[in-house]
């Protein structure tokens, strides 16, 4: 469900990331269809093989931007008595990256919600298992070879969790929503959960299954698009060439728009790139407006598919494909009364004396103070 960033979601730290299983269970080793197997399993190789699970670290989640107040609201879920949440909402909305970040945020060391025990990498933290487009028999096989076969297994996680909260995080469930096939799944689950009575279970797909088979209430929490400025943020921070002012100003865009269509395509140099120099939000706020939101919406992946069109080649913000036949702005072939309307609408007045010389309010810095969209780290 989404995307980087997101909203994509961001610094390393100790989330134990399995997104890929090392060892399957074998169909031999794996336990009958329905549920944990009972008996304990001997200890020495399953122990070491959970505690290396359990200490990889995971990267951040590259350009996640906002959710801040996702993050808290599922930190404050699981730090009540609610033990299963389920991350929901369309293709794109930024559920995977949602997931990934509040692993890594929370299993940092320290006081966190599912802060590794002083004692060791190996007690409490975080576990994301993506299981997007398996089928029921692969997702439990990962599923036996995160937690165990048996029930003995899950209770040494509990163990060496030394009375902390530890959290599994399954990602992309969606295959196994109206499955028959995945009844041995649920009640994997559900004995896990009641044999380790730390574990919390957070889990994401398009909708959620209210009615899933486990013991503990099933809480759903469906991802928000971003907030404008985020999603600013984002579509700057992805684009593949730094933001001008001709982006933001419809002025200069029917400009630049003009100078590549007698030059067959070519864009001229188009000066000196928007830089931030403190002016952050000022800028974020100014591209908000932008009607190329309009068009794409707050979606994560939405953003990063328009993101990936703004490249060198590309004139002017303004002549964004998106763009081209919408409502938001006329055909960029003709950028005139349509598009500075848009502009109008969109932006604001933002600079009185460049309205009154074009006899229409526009949006836009007249001094050129600008973003530098192209380097991530300047944002």
Same mark, same amino acid.
């Given at each position: 469900?989404?995307?980087?960033?997101?909203?994509?979601?961001?610094?390393?730290?100790?989330?134990?990331?399995?997104?890929?299983?090392?060892?399957?269970?074998?169909?031999?080793?794996?336990?009958?269809?329905?549920?944990?197997?009972?008996?304990?399993?001997?200890?020495?190789?399953?122990?070491?093989?959970?505690?290396?699970?359990?200490?990889?670290?995971?990267?951040?989640?590259?350009?996640?931007?906002?959710?801040?107040?996702?993050?808290?609201?599922?930190?404050?879920?699981?730090?009540?008595?609610?033990?299963?949440?389920?991350?929901?909402?369309?293709?794109?909305?930024?559920?995977?990256?949602?997931?990934?970040?509040?692993?890594?945020?929370?299993?940092?060391?320290? @006081?966190?919600?599912?802060?590794?025990? $002083?004692?060791?990498?190996?007690?409490?933290?975080?576990?994301? $298992?993506?299981?997007?487009?398996?089928?029921?028999?692969?997702?439990?096989?990962?599923?036996?070879?995160?937690?165990?076969?048996?029930?003995?297994?899950?209770?040494?996680?509990?163990?060496?969790?030394?009375?902390?909260?530890?959290?599994?995080?399954?990602?992309?469930?969606?295959?196994?929503?109206?499955?028959?096939?995945?009844?041995?799944?649920?009640?994997?689950?559900?004995?896990?959960?009641?044999?380790?009575?730390?574990?919390?279970?957070?889990?994401?797909?398009?909708?959620?299954?209210?009615?899933?088979?486990?013991?503990?209430?099933?809480?759903?929490?469906?991802?928000?698009?971003?907030?404008?400025?985020?999603?600013?943020?984002?579509?700057?921070?992805?684009?593949?060439?730094?933001?001008?002012?001709? @982006?933001?100003?419809?002025?200069?865009?029917?400009?630049?728009?003009?100078?590549?269509?007698?030059?067959?395509?070519?864009? !001229?140099?188009?000066? !000196?790139?928007?830089? $931030?120099?403190?002016?952050?939000? !000022?800028?974020?706020?100014?591209?908000?407006?932008?009607?190329?939101?309009?068009?794409?919406?707050?979606?994560?992946?939405?953003?990063?598919?328009?993101?990936?069109?703004?490249?060198?080649?590309?004139?002017?913000?303004?002549?964004?494909?998106?763009?081209?036949?919408?409502?938001?702005?006329?055909?960029?072939?003709?950028?005139?009364?349509?598009?500075?309307?848009?502009?109008?609408?969109?932006?604001?007045?933002?600079?009185?004396?460049?309205?009154?010389?074009?006899?229409?309010?526009?949006?836009?810095?007249?001094?050129?103070?600008?973003?530098?969209?192209?380097?991530?780290?300047?944002?």
């Amino acid at each position: 469900g989404g995307s980087s960033s997101s909203g994509g979601s961001s610094s390393s730290s100790g989330l134990r990331l399995l997104s890929s299983p090392r060892t399957s269970a074998s169909s031999s080793g794996a336990p009958p269809p329905g549920a944990l197997r009972r008996e304990a399993s001997g200890g020495g190789a399953a122990a070491a093989r959970h505690t290396l699970l359990m200490s990889a670290p995971a990267a951040a989640v590259e350009d996640f931007v906002g959710r801040a107040g996702a993050l808290v609201s599922l930190g404050q879920l699981f730090l009540g008595v609610r033990r299963v949440a389920w991350l929901h909402g369309p293709q794109g909305c930024g559920k995977s990256a949602l997931a990934a970040e509040f692993c890594r945020y929370y299993a940092l060391p320290g @006081d966190r919600l599912f802060s590794p025990a $002083l004692g060791g990498a190996d007690r409490g933290g975080a576990r994301l $298992l993506r299981l997007g487009g398996l089928g029921p028999e692969a997702a439990l096989s990962r599923l036996q070879e995160a937690l165990g076969a048996s029930v003995g297994e899950v209770q040494r996680l509990e163990a060496s969790a030394a009375g902390r909260r530890w959290l599994l995080a399954l990602d992309g469930v969606d295959a196994l929503l109206d499955s028959e096939g995945a009844a041995p799944l649920w009640s994997f689950l559900s004995d896990a959960l009641s044999a380790a009575q730390s574990l919390r279970l957070l889990l994401t797909s398009r909708r959620p299954l209210y009615a899933a088979p486990l013991p503990c209430k099933v809480v759903a929490f469906e991802v928000p698009p971003l907030s404008a400025e985020d999603a600013a943020l984002l579509l700057a921070r992805r684009s593949h060439r730094p933001l001008y002012q001709r @982006d933001i100003d419809p002025i200069a865009a029917a400009t630049a728009i003009a100078a590549a269509s007698a030059s067959g395509g070519r864009v !001229e140099p188009p000066g !000196e790139p928007l830089v $931030l120099a403190g002016r952050q939000r !000022e800028f974020v706020q100014q591209l908000a407006g932008h009607p190329l939101f309009a068009a794409i919406g707050g979606l994560p992946g939405s953003i990063l598919e328009a993101a990936s069109r703004i490249t060198p080649q590309l004139p002017s913000l303004f002549a964004h494909p998106v763009l081209q036949g919408s409502a938001a702005s006329s055909s960029t072939s003709c950028v005139g009364d349509g598009a500075l309307a848009a502009g109008h609408r969109a932006m604001g007045a933002a600079n009185s004396e460049a309205a009154e010389a074009v006899g229409r309010e526009v949006g836009g810095d007249p001094g050129g103070a600008a973003v530098d969209a192209g380097g991530a780290d300047m944002l």
